[in-house]
């Protein structure tokens, strides 16, 4: 069953343990296994930096995703990864023809501020986010505020869908914590528009 947090202008639908845990492990391990992580660079105020974390993006032929200056070339679906994405468009109700993978090594690796709106994910895209691993913190705040408004504890096997207009009203992040953690791998499902 989902549980519907309640932010206002915000669409989402989170299960907590939409994995059995034998399944959230063997997945995890196969991933960290086969995953060939990069740890690519962007342009912040003129000055290059590495991302805080490792990625990968896999995609249908063709598909290009793109932000914070990145391009990302798409690496061919995986058998498990074309499993696990029939398995969330079943969940979503929703196709994607993509997945970016982050491998956050340790609770220093983080991901900031920011909304998933680049163009071409359409005008209320939906993302799907499969969490494997050590839990950490998802926050929301409100587009042109500081204050955290909502947090969710995104644990191995959980699935977040945030869809609507959720990504014109609020922004998200992973932020880094003191508190002991270990690998965690976050899988976000799009549709990028051809």
Known sequence: MFE??????AELHFHP?????????????????ETPWSQPQVRV??????????VAWYADPGVVYGYAGLDHAALPWTPLLQLIRA????ASGQAFNGVLLNRYRDG????????DDEASLGRNP???SLNLGAARRFDFRRKGTSRIGHSLELGHGSLLVMAGATQ?????????????????LNLTFRWIAP
């Open 17 to 33: 343990q939409w994995l059995p845990p034998e399944t959230a492990d063997a997945w995890l391990g196969q991933l960290e296994a």
């Open 45 to 54: 105020f003129n000055r290059w930096h590495p991302v805080p974390r490792q």
């Open 108 to 115: 220093q690796d983080s991901m900031g501020w920011h909304s």
């Open 168 to 184: 014109h009203h609020w922004q998200h992040q992973i932020a880094k914590t003191r508190k002991a953690s270990g690998v965690r």
């Open 87 to 90: 398995q969330v468009e079943a």
């Open 126 to 128: 939906l993302i799907a």
């Open 4 to 9: 519907v947090p309640n932010l206002a202008d």
